[in-house]
């Protein structure tokens, strides 16, 4: 199928406008609920996700989109512009009120991440794939020698990571999160094994190349986008790219330990 052609900036504009508007109504229904607990992360869940494919069914009509809160419609397959979201990253984060949630929104064009944005309300922060905006911490040494990790997974090879990069591991709660983390110079890297998925993975991924970083699977492969399976079996490393060599190497015939 033959998509329309291209909005160009006006993708990375979108998805930014999207993933703070989407932020903002998540962060009033928290203060504004009666709700708790799982009832206030269902809420939450069906309240981003129901906005932001309104949004993206008016802004771009003609466009496929694969949100973790919808059906997956399989025409996604055969479009070459599909547009990833994950309208809450860290639900549980977000019902325990902490700051470590995101609203993930990123375009992908024949399997890449070629525009992103990754919200972090809570924090009142905002990340976009805006190369030209993109900072990066110049000096390694300035970065605090530790590795992040998932609270509910962490990698059973996490240790072995740390130590070949004599960093300290700590436990956050989104991918989003996470990945903004490395992007922020709060970390040297971002590790995780097999299972999660590609809304997880899509709008941190298209930040934090775009900041410079190294993103891969564990086995140091390029992570492509809107695939039949959307699971991402083989992990996801998100790093300073002079942390790469450490790093695979103390990956290297890690086997069953990736999932």
């Not at 997956?72 to 902490?98: A, C, H, M, Y």
Request: charged share 25%; aromatic share 4%; hydrophobic share 45%.
């Amino acid at each position: 199928m033959t998509n329309p052609a291209p909005f160009a900036n006006d993708d990375l504009a979108l998805a930014c406008r999207l993933a703070r508007e989407a932020g903002e109504r998540l962060l009033s229904l928290q203060r504004q609920s009666a709700l708790v607990a799982k009832a206030l992360g269902d809420e939450a869940d069906r309240l981003a996700n129901e906005y932001l494919l309104a949004e993206l069914a008016r802004e771009r009509a003609h466009d496929a989109v694969l949100s973790e809160e919808a059906i997956d419609n399989r025409k996604r397959l055969s479009q070459s512009r599909v547009w990833i979201i994950d309208p809450l990253d860290g639900t549980r984060e977000f019902r325990e009120l902490r700051d470590d949630w995101a609203v993930h929104v990123a375009l992908a064009e024949a399997g890449v991440v070629t525009h992103a944005a990754v919200a972090m309300p809570a924090r009142g922060e905002l990340f976009a794939s805006e190369t030209s905006a993109a900072r990066r911490v110049q000096d390694t040494l300035q970065v605090p020698r530790r590795v992040v990790i998932s609270r509910s997974r962490p990698p059973a090879f996490a240790e072995r990571v740390a130590a070949a990069l004599g960093a300290s591991l700590v436990q956050v709660g989104s991918a989003g999160a996470k990945a903004m983390m490395v992007v922020r110079g709060d970390v040297l890297a971002y590790i995780h094994s097999g299972g999660m998925n590609e809304w997880d993975a899509a709008a941190p991924v298209g930040v934090a190349l775009a900041h410079g970083l190294h993103v891969s699977t564990l086995a140091n492969q390029p992570i492509r986008f809107n695939q039949s399976d959307v699971v991402l079996h083989e992990g996801l490393v998100v790093c300073r790219t002079e942390c790469v060599a450490a790093i695979m190497g103390a990956l290297t015939d890690i086997g069953s330990e990736r999932n």
